[in-house]
């Protein structure tokens, strides 16, 4: 190896590229350009080519590059980062004006998502997101978590919404929602019904024409 070559090398060691320090040399690839064992400012590290440290094509590891690119390119801007963002402000600030029926329950935003929208990000994408849908708890008394999260439209929200009861009909368990959409009537006029103490087999007829 050649005096000009080894000076590189050692000069490399110790050196920062973008968020990367060069630890130590690792190697060859199959074309034998130089391999470099670096840390990215994260702690993450991996074996990253010499020429792209030098270009500046390889900045850090690709998990703050995720972060950067979601920065960049105005995620912050956009419907998934603002579910994100509500996500978290109803859960953890006490002056939300939902926070009663969320962090003053005792619900928790599970630390990777709250942390990192990137993380919130990829599962959203993997997991059924898209325009319309809402992000929605499977169990209502649980955790945004990814065991405990689905995408769901408003109705399907409703139905799942703690305050929307459950009444048995001739035998056959329903949400309130349910059994409206299934006698034609509204919620609300069903829920009055309920309230009044109307008799289970008259609660689906519909209202008489005036």
Known sequence: MGGKEMKRIKDMVGQRYGRWTVLEKAGRDKHKNILWLCRCECGQERVV??????????KGCRSCAARERTTTHGESGTRLYDVWYSMRYRCGN???????NYGGRGIKVCPEWRKDFVVF???????????????????????YE????????????????RFNRH?????????????????GISRKTLQWRVNNGWHPGCLLNKPKAA
């Open 49 to 58: 080519w010499g020429g792209s440290l030098r270009r500046g094509s390889s």
């Open 94 to 100: 006490k002056n939300a004006s939902r926070y009663k």
């Open 146 to 161: 990814p065991s405990n999260c689905r995408w769901a439209t408003v109705k399907q929200q409703n139905r799942n919404a």
């Open 121 to 143: 990000m990829d599962w959203a994408l993997n997991n059924g997101y898209k325009k319309g849908l809402s992000i929605d708890r499977i169990d209502n008394d649980g955790n």
């Open 167 to 183: 009444i048995a009909i001739n035998g056959v368990t329903k949400s309130l929602c349910e059994w409206a959409e299934v006698a």
